[in-house]
């Protein structure tokens, strides 16, 4: 496994561009905290290079954006409906089945003329674009303005192969397992696909009203740019099999972390988290992100019996339920609290439990400490097993989140030095790597 990678220097090592030589490059994303970060960093190391980063996204996330400094343009559709109002559409897409679905085809797709049309004002004058992989319309952005185009993903299950086979197969397995498991899911590939064909039809219309020729299809060999594709993650998660497109470039991850010397809102802990970390040993950090938290089902109950079982204390990242937890409510030594930075929390941990969100996983990778994953859906599950394959962590399936299972799990983590040497090992390959500025210097290549 490599450990190092090129193109990891810093930005205060880089000599800033001249304003003649300063490129404009928007970067687009969509989603949730977890999806707009990395562009964030990204965009944050060319305007340290003296460039002109744009982030087009959902007006939700206007108010982080402009915190950094960085220029908003707003991107259709708003990828977050108010939870309380629509949360029979919230559980739609939180469902483990059919949750892709209903975020690609009844989110997403009907406002592609919206979003083509929100995405041509912010590409004005633009040196070059890099896309989120929900950005469909960048193709025919593309082919009627002639812009630079990078595409991204931002976890390995995004670029499907043949090579990585099911969770359920051993590594162990013989030749003939394997190349039963490789049919079945090759099988499963062309299944999703067949039942996926419709869902791209609003891209085919728009591309049609614009007098372009049909294209592949924007959900699957359209989603790459044929330039250039960053995987916004790290090598130690995974390295390019040989049917990965060829153009693409492994970064690692771009951590967003707040600049040298300062923090702003939320990038530090709170007084009151800061007095519970040092008043005893390391906690166990129980965390769902910023999307799975809404529908947590025991996972915070169940994990912090857990942890008393096991004679750990216990942080609990509740999201904004936190603030009605009646006192008392949770075990001695247990903590509820909103939100926590995970680059100033989890290095402080004994072990992590999380939803195994590639942004989070990212974090609990670079912080050295042994993870157990319950996984929910997207490329959870996915991130979930390479974490157990790399010996860093276990993994434990949402409908068996009990604090027995919870227990047994963290027993395995906590007491088995195996998972915190091998944590440790990965912190080093991670922290050797600087995503951002890898990335930067790839754009930047294309866009001169």
């Keep these: 496994m490599e450990k190092e990678i090129a193109g990891t220097r810093n930005a205060s090592t880089e000599p800033k561009t001249s304003k003649s030589q300063s490129k404009r490059i928007v970067l687009t994303t969509f989603g949730s905290l977890g999806d707009l970060l990395p562009y964030m960093a990204i965009a944050q190391e060319l305007q340290a290079r003296g460039h002109r980063p744009a982030i087009a996204a959902n007006e939700s996330q206007r108010r982080h954006i402009e915190a950094?400094?960085?220029?908003f343009h707003p991107l259709r559709p708003e990828s977050e409906p108010k939870i309380e109002q629509d949360w029979d559409f919230f559980k739609m897409i939180s469902d483990s089945q059919k949750g892709t679905e209903y975020l690609i085809g009844h989110l997403l797709m009907p406002h592609q003329h919206a979003s083509y049309s929100d995405l041509m004002q912010a590409c004005q004058g633009a040196d070059l674009l890099l896309t989120h992989p929900l950005t469909f319309v960048a193709s025919i952005i593309v082919e009627k303005t002639g812009i630079p185009w990078?595409?991204?993903?931002?976890?390995?299950?995004?670029l499907i192969s043949a090579y990585d086979l099911p969770a359920?197969?051993?590594?162990?397995?013989?030749p003939y397992e394997r190349a039963l498991a490789a049919v079945a899911k090759d099988t499963a590939l062309r299944s999703f696909r067949w039942n996926a064909r419709l869902w791209s039809a609003p891209v085919r219309q728009l591309r049609a009203e614009l007098g372009l020729l049909p294209s592949g299809d924007p959900i699957f060999e359209s989603q790459h740019s044929p330039n250039l594709v960053?995987?916004?993650?790290?090598?130690?998660?995974?390295?390019?099999p040989p049917d990965w497109p060829p153009q693409t470039l492994v970064t690692g991850f771009p951590f967003c972390d707040p600049p040298a010397g300062t923090f702003q809102e939320n990038e530090q802990l709170s007084p009151e988290l800061e007095n519970f970390l040092n008043s005893g040993p390391p906690p166990i950090v129980f965390t769902l992100g910023t999307t799975a938290v809404w529908m947590p089902g025991n996972f915070y109950a169940e994990g912090a019996l857990a942890a008393q079982k096991l004679g750990y204390r216990a942080v609990l990242l509740m999201g904004g339920v936190a603030h009605h937890i009646p006192p008392g409510a949770f075990p001695e030594g247990v903590a509820a609290f909103d939100y926590a930075p995970h680059s100033q929390l989890f290095p402080r941990a004994a072990a992590i439990v999380h939803h195994g969100g590639v942004g989070t996983t990212g974090q609990a990778m670079r912080s050295g400490r042994p993870t157990l994953i319950v996984p929910h859906n997207y490329d959870q599950p996915d991130n979930a097993e390479r974490i157990v394959r790399l010996g860093a962590g276990r993994t434990l399936t949402r409908d068996r989140c009990t604090a027995a299972t919870l227990t047994a799990e963290l027993q395995q983590l906590l007491f088995n030095p195996s998972y915190a040497a091998r944590a440790a090992q990965l912190s080093q390959i991670v922290g050797s790597e600087n995503g951002a500025a890898t990335a930067c210097d790839a754009l930047l290549s294309l866009a001169r």
């Design 168 to 174: 359920n197969v051993p590594t162990s397995a013989s």
């Design 230 to 240: 960053l995987a916004l993650f790290s090598r130690a998660l995974a390295s390019p």
């Design 68 to 71: 950094r400094g960085l220029e």
């Design 150 to 158: 990078v595409s991204s993903v931002l976890a390995p299950a995004s």
